[in-house]
């Protein structure tokens, strides 16, 4: 019997039919040349040989006093063939069907009674690839140390037909290998022990958004996507080269991280004007950042990750003029962390690994007046082209968590030369999602044009 | 908005994420001959442009006071792309694919922020066969009136390409057609109300179990079937040919009923020996069946419907003296509802419409004493061969809901030639329901090898 900590706890006791507490990720695989047609299949069988469980994924809520959510129990019996599933896509096996099956997996609970986590096999994708739709519950572990998993599971080895699977990782790889890896990871455990063990943490992330906010022209305006929300989701993916997003960025001067906001920015503009649904004053986003420059690869307590508050500009139709916009919104808000004590930055972290924390803090989101409109999250992906059981990884879609008073949500992440967009929306109040992926692109076009 | 009668409200306070409240039905096509490769796609496109939706399928929980299982509220926008989806299996798209889907389908409960019913079109059956699975929240129909509504969407002219849809049925059909019809018809609405506004029923329906326990030799005993349950489910399917049963019922002068009842008590002999679980004592069954004679097609005031408790001779081994211990059991039940007023009658089987309301009532169903150890019920279905959209209907099989206590679920109907049977099971407390599908033949042979 473990206890679970009151932040993950939170995670457990704020999800409902209506809010699903998981975080998933949608993998488009290239098959192998030699792959035959009962290639799914005889992955899938070896997929079910990994019985050798990670202590993480044999964690289920226990029953303790009544209460389900106090502690984690160790299942000693994994039902893999609960777990680990083979789906199809219906025909014409398109992205079209691939988005659909991975929005009805996206909606439906973990089971309580089992280790909260599933694998799905995806087959009959009309051009031959293949997909895993994968999902934890952030009770586990968090969106980003979820994809981080999933990654360690790839090789860049073109050769080797090698298919690590997240729950049965070899030891050999040290646990602790990266900062702000992974709840699995001791650091992550310490790190949300030291957040929930100081209320401290909560009063310095209430300030920092508080003062962010001050420096906003405006607080965030009531939008269709602040509103409560029902079970069924929606996804929506799509890949962008890197490279487009490069030239813009050298162009003018700017990150990635700003044309990647100013790009999503655009694409709110145009999906809210299209549905005469776009406010006066501008978005503002949360955006989870590390904090920690490029060049600082320091140990675990070097963990910095802040939640900044951006001004999308939504509210402005120039595409540079946005880029600006956003791009000082971000400067901005970034000072006031740099003016925290490294206490209260490593505590604000330990509470940030898990954006969604501070989401589920009284007070902090409210429908009547929401501190922001949207969270978008950049998670690091491998740069490199990897492969998994001989196939090459065309895409790793992040599909995140909506809640009440934010309806959808955007992560993205680097995959070799791309980036991937996955969006999810409440089935129904964020009609017509994949409008969004139209949207990103003529946002970008349109950066490109006013700036190359 | 309109009142949620008490029955049916329990369905809904009953449900949790361990405890689905919705009934199922799997229906097996072989395609029409001129069915081309875009035979499912097109068949989906034309169900979705069936928009008129009968009153039922708009119903919703409304909130009402804060509590939301008061009343129903009418949807307005049934979004139909929700509700009618297509799923395919993997390969090789066998019977073993199509019973893992319709599994993982029956474990998701339905979505309470919308009308509570879905029908999924299942493509990818390696023999070209296609699928439809079904489901509808027991709060708003019982599981016969389930099937029969699926029943009236087909046809017996083969050359007919019509295609009914549930949710949308001519209104030229008169609903009150049949008795112990519908939820959707007047007459079960009426019985409800009679059962819900008396609760001289419930202490009628307890009398009536109470005297029917006392005519059995034991108390029936616990079981591995008689434990909570999870929420997630395993279900099997099999069809045999109705002449096989015929014969053995006219070689021993019983009923179609009784050698069901006795093949389905071989079958769980049989499992519960292998698995080293089988109890001293026989297994009780609560059977549900009319009490009318086959002629009787009066009115609705003439629907009688009673929980029989049959003794289902679990401890003997020889197949002939079990069906005389079967058959004999239920001649002493169904003699205690003779014993009843026609007032009596009618209210009980206006409880009975649902035979789980019984389950549902305190005191009825306990997990330290139960009353009966497994719901077998043998639902009607037609006589002859049915057709839907050109394609021959090849099996029914029904889903029904297992519950806290009742870890296991028969239900069957005939089709045709056919008997279809449905078994759904808690995942985790059935280990390999499927081996009662074995048990269920070699139980049938041995009949007809002593009988023959």
Redesign the interface.
Same mark, same amino acid.
């Given at each position: 019997m473990e206890f679970i900590s009151p932040i993950d706890a939170a995670f457990l006791l704020g999800e409902s +039919?209506?809010h699903p507490m998981h975080v998933g990720s949608l993998q488009l695989f290239e098959a192998p040349e030699d792959a035959g $047609?009962?290639f799914? *299949?005889r992955t =899938?069988e070896m997929l079910l040989e990994h019985r050798d469980f990670d202590p993480t994924f044999r964690k289920r809520p226990a029953k303790l006093w009544g209460t389900p959510q106090l502690a984690w129990s160790q299942e000693d019996e994994v /039902?893999i063939d609960?777990h680990v &599933? &083979?789906? %199809? @896509? $219906?025909? $014409?096996g398109g992205i079209a *069907?691939l988005l659909?099956l991975a929005s009805?997996l996206h909606?439906? @609970?973990l /089971? +309580? =009674?089992?280790p909260l986590w599933e694998i799905h @096999?995806i087959? #009959?994708l009309g051009d031959g690839r293949f997909a895993l739709y994968s999902k934890m519950h952030h009770a586990l572990i968090d969106g980003v140390a979820a994809q981080r998993l999933v990654q360690r599971t790839l090789t860049s080895d073109a050769s080797s037909h090698e298919a690590l699977v997240p729950w049965q990782l070899p030891r050999r790889q040290k646990r602790t290998e990266s900062p702000g890896g992974s709840t699995l990871s001791g650091v992550a455990r310490n790190l949300r022990s030291a957040a929930a063990a100081a209320p401290a943490a909560l009063r310095v992330a209430r300030a920092a958004l508080l003062q962010q906010q001050l420096t906003l022209p405006f607080a965030a305006p009531r939008t269709m996507f602040n509103v409560p929300i #029902?079970? %069924?989701r929606r996804c929506a993916m799509r890949s962008w080269p890197l490279e487009r997003i490069r030239q813009v960025k050298k162009a003018t001067g700017s990150t990635v991280n700003d044309v990647v906001l100013t790009m999503s920015a655009g694409a709110l503009r145009g999906y809210l004007l299209e549905r005469n649904a776009l406010p006066d004053k501008p978005l503002i986003a949360m955006v989870p950042v590390s904090l920690r420059g490029e060049d600082d690869n320091g140990d675990q307590s070097g963990v910095k990750v802040g939640a900044i508050l951006c001004n999308l500009g939504t509210d402005v139709a120039d595409p540079l003029e946005r880029l600006r916009v956003v791009s000082e919104s971000m400067c901005r808000s970034k000072e006031i962390y740099r003016s925290l004590s490294s206490t209260q930055t490593m505590a604000l972290s330990a509470l940030m690994l898990s954006p969604l924390a501070l989401t589920l803090l009284p007070g902090i989101v409210s429908l009547t007046n929401p501190p922001f409109n949207i969270v978008i999250s950049n998670v690091p992906g491998p740069r490199e082209t990897m492969y998994w059981n001989g196939a090459r990884l065309d895409a790793t879609y992040p599909m995140s968590i909506p809640f009440d008073g934010q309806a959808v949500n955007i992560t993205l992440t680097t995959n070799a030369e791309n980036l991937d967009f996955g969006l999810v929306g409440c089935? &129904?109040s964020v009609p017509r999602l994949e409008r969004l992926l139209d949207h990103l692109e003529q946002s970008l076009t349109a950066l490109e044009e006013a700036a190359l």
């Open positions: +039919r209506e $047609p009962d799914a *299949q =899938h /039902d609960y &599933r &083979r789906s %199809a @896509l $219906p025909s $014409p *069907q659909e009805d909606s439906v @609970l /089971d +309580r =009674h089992r @096999l087959e #009959g #029902g079970g %069924a089935r &129904r």
